[in-house]
């Protein structure tokens, strides 16, 4: 291993992180906005496209195998 790799760890965020959106104005959006700013693929999708999704979490992080 290197030395200019020694000693580094990965910062855990205090809190939420500040990105770049303006979540005061996507939370203030109506459906029909979303829809109407939407990709135009997205149009297609059926009502129900959603409806058997199942949410899958990441596990935990672990060393990687090389």
């Known amino acids: 291993m290197s030395s200019s790799r020694r000693g580094l ?3 855990q965020p205090r809190g939420p992180s500040r990105g770049r959106a303006d979540l005061k104005h996507l939370r203030a959006m109506t459906e029909a906005e ?3 700013t939407a ?3 997205l149009a297609k999708l059926p009502r129900d496209f959603w409806k058997d999704a199942v949410l899958v979490r990441p ?3 672990g060393k990687r195998k090389r």
Do not use: H, N, S
């Open 39 to 41: 990709p135009p693929e």
């Open 34 to 36: 979303i829809r109407k």
């Open 9 to 11: 760890t990965a910062r």
């Open 59 to 61: 596990g935990p992080r």
